[in-house]
């Protein structure tokens, strides 16, 4: 990350308090810097300033004229601030008493009451009349917008954070003002109803509404908000891994809504509509309340008892090979260590795997061949400051990875960073792109080696980067003269010049042939993909295309470049962190390594060696236990039945099974095949960690008490252990979290301390936003690994001094003729939207979610893309309150 | 002299003797207690729509000193919200009448109920529903005060009954 230097400094003094601060700071800004709080409306962090609610003014007794609104006054050497002289206090009253004239001031039935930013403002200004003028006031009633968002307009403020945070930070640019003046109102862009609009229900709007005006369909009139306690916690849902804060009434225990927060982490204060209304499944009505026993081939309510005592029984005759587990790429860290520990030490296996995206297993061949790890290597914050050119491939990451894709378009549009979007059909960011490449589906893998052998042609090569960090150049190089500009056009079905141009883009960074920095090298550009992609045969040549596009230019182990295939699931990355893998150990070590097996079985303390064969995959797995060769399987909240591609392999091989315990949150259709159902508690219910898609190792936090008898699912497996004679391992989750500090490479040094504490700076770039230093630090919450003890922050960009083998190896993926594999290759299992994770075992438990993609909002397909509000309107980029370009000044 | 001096000793009793006597036979009789006796406090309807006026605010569970006082709310088309369980945990109340000065709509109110005694103390949580039956028959009025100002005042169901 980067810190900018030589920044211009200005003093000045706010209310005798003196303060120096990056030229460019507004007096708000600066004020809050010495703890001076000043009333504001329309001023929000990271928007750019807006100046109409005039309630934030000061006196700047140093200018000629004294009365100005800090949240767009420029600070100047030696200026003289007072936020609380009377002249201030009138004017600030006078702003509010103005606002209250059409106010209905209805406060007790109002969802913001008691967070309302008007009532505090009114409280702090001394307000003591209401509708001074005594005319009647305007009314409206509620009105519902959409599925998600409610509004009732007498209670706006016209602040316009809602218009400016959907356009700027969403890029979706759902909302508008209507009218002028006093009939001034908010509504649906272009006068369209917010269903059809390009509105991703974020919920960004009624978060930010500094008063009650925008309201919450599923919380609305549901609670107080100074009933609520609030927990910070990670989302469960995608790999962006988003920080939260869940509210939780006291009084009846339950979640009444979720919020991001500003400053908390990577995602700031947004979240995507499945963070923002995806909780109503934790208090759903079929949680799982007992464990389930087969008795007479129906499941039947138990005991925990009975059911730990059956597992206990049966478990045991399918140790080694007839036996597989499935670890839940939605678990904690701690769940899926202590899993696979189960399986490989008790239950001496290594058939394990866990779904990493659409019903798939992990997959050996791919990244890991050519850097050593399959792990993106650049740090989401890395991207949005220093990247310079974005390529996206063949990823909807505006459904998958959402609130990365706001965050991305936010910085692509201020900052000007060029994007290249690769996608077989029309992606809602595709708007933004400078170059759209539409490839026939499938040919990923063509167009990515591709591309890299237009780099090597036209001598866009970084000679020396490759030559000290790259080895099997030669081959590959002779590899690609069997790629010509025709070949790949005639193969991916993209045009020869737009080919050119893209590769010359990626290589160049978007600075073109002379933009060469001092160090030889071009601007950093990065590859982003769903990791979802990569997950079908012939899946491991797009990456090797992806790894020689970013290693012959350049741009690995570099800030703000890299190659980061995002796992799809909250905690895929901590799955095979964890060895979820069967060919993997602990730390993404091969298992076939014996050496590996040793420090494993050294530190595990174990008498008997590890099985040192590699197991069977995903799919390898059900067709065994279709064949009968696998013949009891233990499935952690997974569910097979659903995600496999062919649902009718995966039922009869789970019904071919003689023993399968399942624990779950719900009766899932993988739950029906059981044996044995084991309650799990949702993640809201639990302590432990996640690892997001970027590496970031995160705390979650129990918010809520367990929901009937359910357990968290490393204490299931505790029990079950217990049970089949072993001490008891376990008392709490950060035991096995420091056990696997230890026992982990890459998570060295982590423990709850490091991972709770209050997030660190990672980036200070005063001057350098748009016109407005508001965000002048980001805080960053949770550590990147690999952490050491000595630097348990972690790395934000991997391979920076060099990869795990030495070099990297470049693999040829020789050229042939006409052979992309075509339309169709997923089978039909894939269903991308935006209000479903996977299977759907818990987004289909939430009403707004189902609702909402039933009625086909945005991004609900990829037919229902975004993008209504901007086709309609081409020049938005240039429209009045759309972002511009980052401005240095 | 000492004679009228012994009758003096019986002033009080004799005149007091032949009025109507002040004690109530408790509790064969109830006496009716002062307009501004706090009693538990209990839910209000409205009688225009005979629904509770509560709209669910949370002010008065705010005010409570003990935490008496716990809900939850719905969205209601005419009110806006609308409790759908209201709890007082009677043993814990203190008679403060915070919950009734913190209430916007005056759908909270001291009753004059103050015999709580019971064998089972789960008797002594008082729902929405015992809550509303125990606040029938108060109501508010408009009274003109002998300055001439109007005043909103309460009245209580014995009170409706003496006018
Ligand atoms: S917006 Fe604020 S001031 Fe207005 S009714 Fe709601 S809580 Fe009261
Ligand atoms: S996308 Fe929809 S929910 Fe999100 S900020 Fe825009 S209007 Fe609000
Ligand atoms: S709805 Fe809320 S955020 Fe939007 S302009 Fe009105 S007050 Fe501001
Ligand atoms: S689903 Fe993903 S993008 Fe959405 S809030 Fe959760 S972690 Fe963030
Ligand atoms: S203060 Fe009044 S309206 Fe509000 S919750 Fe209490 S009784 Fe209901
Ligand atoms: S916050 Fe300054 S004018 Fe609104």
Redesign the pocket.
Request: aromatic share 0%.
């Given at each position: 990350m980067t810190t900018e230097q030589n920044i211009d400094m200005v003093t000045l003094t706010i209310d005798g308090k003196e303060v120096t601060v990056p030229k460019g700071t507004f007096v708000l800004h600066a004020a809050k810097q010495v703890g001076v709080e000043i009333p504001n409306f329309c001023q929000y962090p990271d928007l750019r300033p807006f100046g109409a609610c005039r309630t934030c003014m000061v006196e700047i007794v140093t200018r000629r004229s004294t009365i100005d609104i800090s949240c767009s006054a420029p600070v100047s050497e030696g200026m003289q601030v007072f936020t609380r002289s009377q002249k201030v206090l009138d004017a600030q009253r006078f702003a509010v008493e103005a606002l209250l004239v059409d106010?209905?001031?209805?406060?007790p039935i109002?969802d913001?009451?008691g967070e309302?930013e008007?009532?505090n403002h009114a409280y702090y200004t001394n307000v003591r009349v209401n509708n001074p003028l005594a005319r009647p006031k305007m009314s409206w009633e509620y009105e519902t917008l959409s599925e998600s968002v409610m509004i009732k307009r007498d209670?706006c403020v016209l602040c316009g954070r809602c218009v400016r945070v959907c356009d700027e930070l969403v890029g979706a640019t759902a909302l508008a003002w209507a009218e002028r003046g006093f009939q001034s109102y908010i509504d649906g862009a272009f006068g369209q109803d917010l269903k059809d609009s390009p509105c991703v229900s974020c919920g960004l709007c009624i978060e930010v509404c500094p008063?009650?005006?925008l309201l919450n369909t599923s919380y609305h009139d549901t609670a107080r908000a100074w009933f609520l306690k609030r927990v910070q916690t990670i989302c469960t849902f995608c790999g962006v891994g988003c920080n939260m804060e869940l509210h939780v009434e006291e009084a009846t225990g339950q979640i009444k809504r979720i919020i991001g927060k500003q400053d908390s982490g990577m995602n700031g204060e947004q979240l995507c509509a499945r963070g923002f209304f995806g909780y109503e499944f934790v208090q759903g009505k079929d949680r799982l309340q007992t464990p389930l026993v087969r008795k007479n081939g129906e499941l039947v309510e138990s005991t925990w008892q009975e059911a730990l005592a059956l597992i206990a029984e049966r478990l045991p005759q399918y140790r080694g090979d007839s036996f597989a587990g499935i670890a839940g790429a939605h678990n904690t860290n701690e769940e899926n260590y202590l899993f696979n520990k189960f399986v490989r030490c008790v239950m001496g296996s290594n058939h394990i795997d866990h779904d990493a995206g659409v019903g798939q297993g992990v997959r050996q061949a791919g990244l890991r061949d050519v850097f050593g790890s399959d792990a993106p290597t650049n740090a989401f914050l890395d991207i949005f400051e220093n990247a310079r050119c974005v390529l996206i491939l063949g990823s909807n990451l505006s459904a998958t990875h959402p609130v990365f894709s706001y965050k991305l378009q936010t910085a692509i549009r201020r900052k000007g960073i060029k994007l290249i979007i690769a996608a077989p059909q029309a992606l809602p960011l595709s708007q933004i792109a400078d170059i759209n490449l539409q490839y026939r589906a499938g040919a990923e893998a063509d167009l990515l080696n591709g591309l890299a052998a237009l780099v090597a042609q036209r001598e866009l090569v970084a000679q020396e980067y490759v030559g000290d960090r790259v080895d099997g150049v030669d081959e590959w190089i002779q590899t690609a003269q069997t790629y010509t500009p025709e070949g790949i056009a005639a193969n991916t079905g993209v045009p020869v010049a737009l080919l050119e141009q893209a590769a010359e883009m990626y290589a160049t960074g978007g600075a073109g042939a002379d933009g060469r920095l001092d160090t030889g090298l071009f601007p950093p550009s990065t590859i982003v993909y769903s990791a979802g992609l990569t997950l079908r045969d012939g899946g491991e040549e797009i990456e090797y295309g992806a790894a020689a596009l970013a290693l012959l230019t350049g741009n690995v182990g570099r800030s703000g470049a890299g190659v980061n295939p995002l796992k799809v699931a909250n905690n895929g990355q901590g799955a095979l962190d964890m060895g979820c893998a069967p060919f993997l150990l602990p730390g993404e070590r091969p298992l076939e390594e014996p050496e590996f097996r040793r420090s494993l079985e050294q530190a595990w303390g174990l008498s008997n060696p590890l099985p040192s064969r590699p197991g069977l995959g995903l799919a390898a797995m059900l067709q065994a236990a279709r064949a009968g060769r696998i013949r009891a399987m233990y499935i952690m909240g997974s569910n097979p039945a659903q995600a496999h591609g062919n649902p009718q392999v995966a039922s009869e091989a789970l019904a071919n099974l003689e023993f399968l315990v399942v624990q779950d949150m719900f009766r899932t259709p993988t739950a029906e095949y059981a044996d044995v159902v084991l309650p799990a508690c949702s993640w809201a219910e639990k302590d432990g960690t996640y690892t997001s898609a970027e590496r970031r190792i995160q705390r979650v936090n129990k918010a809520l008490t367990n929901h009937g008898q359910s357990i968290p699912d490393w204490t299931i497996l505790v029990h079950v252990l217990e049970r089949m004679g072993f001490e008891r391992l376990y008392t709490s989750s950060d035991q096995i979290l420091a056990e696997i500090a230890s026992v982990v490479p890459q998570y060295g040094g982590v423990d709850r301390r490091t991972l709770e504490r209050p997030g660190t700076v990672v980036t200070l770039r005063p001057g350098k936003v748009y016109r407005n230093p508001s965000i002048d630090e980001v805080r960053r919450v949770g550590a990147h690994w690999p952490t050491t003890e000595n630097d348990p922050h972690g790395t934000p960009v991997l391979y920076a001094d060099g990869f795990p083998g030495g070099k990297a190896r470049l693999i040829p993926v020789p050229f042939r003729q006409g052979q992309s594999m075509g339309d169709g290759v997923y089978g039909g299992t894939v269903q991308v939207s935006l209000y479903h994770q996977g299977t759907g075992t818990m987004t289909s438990r939430c009403p707004t979610l189902v609702s909402l993609h039933e009625n086909g909002a945005a991004d609900s397909s990829p037919e229902r893309g975004r993008g209504v509000g901007m086709l309609q309107s081409p020049n938005l980029k240039q429209s009045g309150y759309s972002t511009g370009q980052l401005t240095d000044i | 002299m000492s004679l009228i001096d012994r009758f003096r000793g019986f002033y009080v009793t004799l005149g007091e003797g032949f009025k109507s006597p002040t004690t109530v036979q408790y509790p064969k009789e109830h006496r009716d207690m002062g307009h501004r006796f706090r009693g538990l406090p209990v839910l209000v309807t409205d009688v225009s729509t005979g629904e509770e006026k509560c709209t669910a605010c949370g002010l008065c569970a705010t005010a409570c000193p003990n935490n008496v006082i716990s809900m939850t709310s719905e969205p209601h088309a005419t009110k806006g919200r609308h409790p759908v369980t209201y709890t007082i945990q009677a043993p814990r109340c203190l008679f403060c009448g915070l919950c009734v000065e913190s209430c916007p709509v005056k759908a909270i109110q001291m009753s004059h109920v103050f015999e709580l005694a019971t064998t089972d103390r789960n008797n002594l949580l008082y729902d929405k529903e015992k809550l509303l039956e125990l606040g029938r028959g108060i109501y508010d009025e408009i009274e003109q005060t002998e300055s001439g100002a109007w005043l909103e005042v309460t009245r209580f169901p014995e009170e409706a009954v003496t006018r």
């Open positions: 106010h209905p001031i209805d406060c109002c913001a009451s309302c008007l009532q209670r008063v009650g005006a | -």
